[in-house]
């Protein structure tokens, strides 16, 4: 049996705390999407495939990890720009495909530039 577990690795700042059924903002360039997966009886696995897209359960872009030792991804990688996103991971061989592992959702985009030019005038 394969078992896969997915999580979304935050490497920043939370836009607030982590709640059931609440929808978490990552910065596009550090968050990480992270898996477990154990051989269990299953086959052997050669790839790692982790789909994501705009609406639960739809997923329109998938990223193939032909290391099967890799256990996480750069968010940046696997979604193809800002907005909110679903994802799941499955495992893959020669023989084909595992089912997906659990869904996560997020809400990707860029951290502001910081404000320049900072400075005191005296009245």
Known sequence: MKRLWLALTLIGLLAGPIQAQTVISVDITKA?????WTQGTGGTIA??????????GTYTKTTILADPAIRSVAVITAITGPGNWFCVVSAANQFGESGNSNEVN???GNVPVAPSGLQIIAQ
């Open 32 to 36: 990480n999407l992270s898996w477990s």
């Open 106 to 108: 997020f809400a990707a």
């Open 47 to 56: 790839e790692f495939r982790v789909k994501c897209g705009n609406v639960a």
